[in-house]
């Protein structure tokens, strides 16, 4: 369950020190090599980001809201965006497993999610299940996030974390290394990490869309993670509906064309159960990654014999 704000204010920390922060009012502090970092609580999101080393501005945070427009479905949309996004059944067997994983132990877990400024596919679960405690954010203010941040420099103590999420959102940073660097640094030995990243999408979110991984690819960014798990999160279905869309989209110089052809042929991404996961693997729309904290990564030999496609 999300966490309060005030909840989390104590473990909060300065973005460029690491360092504990002090509230004043609307204020955070910290001091650091005898100098003092301020960052603002805007409405009632704590604002951590260190501007100087992001793209984002700060004329971006003081509307609070997604420098993306992000788009809400009601009535025949909303059943339209739910044909062609259908729940992902990988997404829903990880996060079983993930829970499986989690009730193992005697304490509730602390879970960090990054970029929870819309719940994302499977994660409700964690917004209202009871055994979780749940700390979230994003680069934009919204009801599921408790701060607002970027992913390079999580504003959270080192070894405070049983599980950290980040679904869709490695392709949306410029260091994608860094990010799971910091991922790892906040985690507790053993901690678990579970990332969604796309292979074969197109360009979204414009110009703040940046990489794409194969699944073996994907896996040696989690090196210094024990494997559990890891394959197509959605598969050749899926990335063929992407095609469509946007190659009608090209064609009509219209997003509503290709978003009407997606619909014709939503039908497709079912084929996704069917095909082998090597054949989905080599063709996936997007891939995952489950694993646990370690204190060696693999070698770069030895990610060849992870490879699980088709093409052997």
């Known amino acids: 369950m999300l966490l309060d704000v005030e909840d989390i204010l104590p473990i909060l920390r300065c973005p460029l020190s690491g360092s504990p922060l002090v509230r004043v009012e609307n204020q955070l502090y910290s001091s650091h090599d005898s100098v003092k970092s301020v960052y603002n609580i805007v409405q009632r999101y704590p604002v951590l980001v260190d501007f100087g080393e992001s793209v984002l501005s700060p004329k971006d945070i003081k509307i609070l809201d997604s420098v993306i427009t992000r788009h809400s479905y009601q009535g025949l949309a909303k059943i339209a965006k739910r044909l062609v996004s259908p729940p992902q059944s990988v997404t829903a067997k990880n996060i079983e497993k993930i829970f499986s994983l989690l009730s193992k132990d005697k304490e509730p877990p602390n879970v960090l999610l990054i970029g929870g400024g819309m719940v994302?596919?499977?994660m409700q679960r964690f917004y209202t299940d009871p055994f979780v405690k749940l700390v979230a954010f994003?680069?934009?203010?919204?009801s599921s996030v408790q701060f607002i941040a970027d992913a390079h420099n999580i504003p959270l103590p080192g070894?405070?974390?049983d599980l950290v999420i980040i679904q869709a959102v490695l392709e949306h940073v410029l260091e994608p290394g860094q990010v799971v660097s910091e991922i790892h640094r906040v985690l507790r030995q053993n901690g678990i990490v579970y990332a969604e990243t796309p292979f074969l999408q197109h360009v979204h979110e414009g110009a703040y869309d940046f990489t794409r991984f194969t699944e073996i690819g994907h896996r040696y960014l989690f090196r210094n993670f024990t494997l559990i798990d890891s394959g197509a999160s959605a598969g050749a279905g899926t990335q063929l509906l992407w095609s469509l869309d946007n190659f009608f989209r090209g064609i009509f110089r219209s997003r509503k064309v290709g978003k009407f052809i997606k619909l014709c042929c939503f039908w497709l991404q079912y084929f996704d159960d069917f095909i082998p996961e090597s054949y989905n693997v080599d063709a996936a729309s997007g891939v995952f990654f489950l694993g646990r904290k370690s204190t060696?990564?693999?070698s770069r030999s030895s990610?060849?014999?992870?490879y699980k496609g088709a093409q052997q």
């Open 120 to 122: 994302g596919q499977g």
């Open 138 to 142: 994003d680069i934009y203010g919204s």
């Open 159 to 161: 070894e405070s974390f």
């Open 296 to 298: 060696l990564p693999i």
């Open 303 to 306: 990610i060849i014999s992870h």
